[in-house]
């Protein structure tokens, strides 16, 4: 398995130096390398990100999330002329508060790209796309986006490999989250939580269903509030 990126390159003596945009991409194709890379599923094509659309984004995201936790910042950081300088305290506690910046409007555009995708795949006959997002985005944002933009076109997902799949991200976002909050619980460096999920959620691929590999590793089915809690929304039915 390998990560084809697109990094910015390095400018004179300087080397090609990350930004946490990167890091982050950088995480999230990684978990898809762990999938990938530690199967143990008899059959190729039912080995590891062959899986069920709703599951698929779970480890990514998972390892995405964990680029966010303060030991990995610490151990993944260096300056380029001395690796044994790290980020200060103040600066790792910026980047983990710099998660929650627009993350109501990332998650909503997320929400709306998943309908759209869906929506141009199910209406019968030719789609205007941009009539279709414009809709969708004034409708579920509250605000119109901006005049003259086609935004939708931007989206390589609809006709990436993705089609009608976009929605996965969020739906597989709940399962990371849910496991995250074990990680969280264990200590993202405990082995034996590791292992488990290692076997559990990286090496059976689909051979089994991905429901059954998620109770296996949490001890029970994925919940909302896992989700609730990350976009600071009170669940349904509970006061604040
Ligand atoms: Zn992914």
Known sequence: SIIVGNMRGPDGDTPSLLSF???????????????????????????????????VEMPSQTFEEMAYEPSILEAISGHYLDRTKKFPENLINNIIASKDVDIGIIHTKRYIISVMDIA???????????????????EMLGIPPISGSHEATTI??????????????????????NALAVFEQKGTSDATTGNRYRQWILEPGNSKDGMDLLI???????????????????????KR
């Open 216 to 238: 296996g590793f949490l001890g029970k089915e994925p919940g909302l509030n896992a989700l609730y809690s990350y976009l600071h929304l009170t669940p349904p039915g509970k």
């Open 120 to 138: 141009s795949y199910t209406i019968p006959g030719p789609v205007n796309v941009t009539d279709l997002y414009n809709q969708n985005y004034t």
């Open 156 to 177: 390589d997902h609809f006709m990436g490999g993705y089609d009608a799949g976009y929605y996965s991200y969020l739906w597989s976002k709940v399962y990371a989250l």
């Open 21 to 55: 945009d990167d890091v982050l991409g950088l995480f999230h194709e990684f978990g898809h390398i762990l999938h990938h890379s530690l199967t143990r599923a008899h059959y190729a094509s039912l080995s590891g990100t062959n899986t069920e659309w709703d599951f």
